[in-house]
């Protein structure tokens, strides 16, 4: 069986943080991250087995934090350093069966 995984909603203070964790989760460019996060919900990923489906969307849920090099280039002042504690989402993932 193959399943969709689904970028339901992301928290909007974390929003570097989910863009990261987007880009480095599925290997995308800065400006594609960007483009599916702030336009949830988005299907991230089609087909894909249901162990492949979980782990991408644990790590999606986590999020990423960006070098300090990427965090100044890249976000606003006010994007930067927002990283949920341990144990919350920066986002919401859905896993679905595939059509």
Not at 21 to 41: C, D, E, K, S
Not at 59 to 80: H, N, T, V, W
Request: glycine residues 6%; hydrophobic residues 35%; negative net charge.
């Amino acid at each position: 069986m193959q399943y969709d995984v689904i970028l339901e909603s992301i928290r909007p203070e974390y929003l570097a943080c989910a863009m990261w964790g987007v880009r480095v989760t599925l290997g995308v460019g800065v400006n594609q991250a960007h483009q599916l996060v702030v336009h949830a919900p988005k299907v991230l990923c089609h087909g894909v087995p249901l162990e492949r489906a979980e782990s991408l969307k644990a790590a999606l849920e986590q999020g990423c934090r960006p070098s300090e090099y990427e965090m100044k280039r890249i976000f606003r002042e006010e994007d930067r350093y927002a990283v949920p504690p341990d144990g919350e989402k920066c986002c919401t993932v859905r896993i679905t069966e595939s059509d």
